[in-house]
């Protein structure tokens, strides 16, 4: 549902698309954030797959996948967890090829300050390397693996993301269930950016120059989380109209799941009327967290008690890894 702070008299409703909607943003690689204790994993030199995907390899050095078992956030809340191993196994995986999609996922003992590696997502059973092409290489054996292409890569993310555990909540299971899953969408195509390179460059045994593999499409191992506020920002369609004499403002879940996916997170989105002059006619405020989220695929609505010229839409994340609250979303939607 979502809690409201109205500072005008409040009616929640379905409306129909409004005539003003807010721009999409292009997906960017994420952006550092002032205030993030996330730290840069940096032990490339002990990942095998770094001396061939050294590029991909330092986008991942810098995600949540790399900083699953040292992040702060997450040391905390084992403490004092009658069962902390509970939540191992996601957070220091073994390939989840090797134990089974479908099983919970297994902690591996040596590594962990790596996270969720490499070999966690791409090792198959027989020790080859999966991914969308399998392409042929002497550095190891390979796989194209249907995980890894369009609607079942959902199901290798699921491997984890479907939990319920602790702060965690099973987005995978919303996801599942949406429209948009039904209309063929991934969670990747959210979560990792579209790129076009050389995935792998071969280092020159003798001191000449390295191989690079053929230039593909794919994808950034650099994923796309809410802390960003370009991508947050994503996560909402807006639109504004005037509905019988009065000034609405919809607001729809776009991302397949609920919003937000972690207990502790919050979002606040603020809708202030603005008069022909700019005057403020008031302002009304809608606060999603675990308690009460903007649910699947649904659209909630915020409609003021008259009518006015504009709409200026604020949005604020809380995150509990941050150490202050950041401003993601700011715009004026005309009312017409």
């Known amino acids: 549902m979502g809690r409201v702070k109205p500072l005008l008299p409040l009616a929640l409703l379905a409306v129909a698309l409004g005539a003003s909607r807010a721009p999409q943003d292009p997906l960017a690689p994420p952006a550092p954030l002032d205030g993030d204790e996330r730290v840069h994993v940096g032990a490339l030199d002990d990942l095998e797959c770094a001396r061939c995907h050294a590029e991909v390899a330092a986008e991942w050095a810098a995600t949540l996948h790399a900083y699953a078992w040292q992040d702060g956030f997450y040391q905390e809340e084992l403490e004092g967890r009658r069962k902390p191993q509970s939540c191992w196994g996601c957070h220091v995986p073994e390939p989840v090829h090797v134990t089974g999609l479908d099983a919970k996922p297994v902690a591996r003992e040596a590594g962990r300050e790596l996270g969720v590696t490499c070999v966690a997502c791409h090792q198959g059973p027989d020790g080859e390397m999966l991914g969308p092409r399998g392409a042929p290489t002497d550095a190891h054996a ?195």
């Open 142 to 336: 390979t796989r194209r693996a249907e995980t890894f292409l369009g609607a079942g890569t959902n199901d290798l993310c699921a491997s984890c993301h479907a939990t319920f555990v602790g702060p965690v909540i099973g987005v995978s299971r919303d996801f599942a269930g949406s429209a948009r899953a039904a209309a063929g969408g991934t969670c990747v195509e959210c979560h990792m950016a579209e790129v076009e390179r050389a995935f792998a460059v071969t280092p020159a045994e003798d001191g000449g120059e390295p191989t690079a593999s053929p230039v593909r499409k794919g994808r950034s191992h650099a994923l796309q989380t809410p802390r960003d506020p370009a991508f947050l920002r994503r996560a909402f369609g807006l639109s504004a109209a005037l509905e019988s004499g009065r000034a609405v403002l919809r607001v729809e879940n776009r991302t397949g799941h609920r919003v937000p996916g972690l207990i502790g997170r919050e979002v606040a989105l603020e809708a202030t009327l603005l008069g022909a002059d700019g005057a403020e006619l008031g302002t009304l405020e809608l606060e999603f967290d675990a308690t009460l989220p903007l649910e699947t695929d649904e659209t909630r609505a915020l409609e003021f008690g008259g009518p006015g010229a504009r709409l200026r839409v604020r949005g604020r994340h809380v995150d509990p890894r941050l150490l202050r609250p950041v401003d993601f979303l700011e715009l004026e939607l005309a009312l017409e």
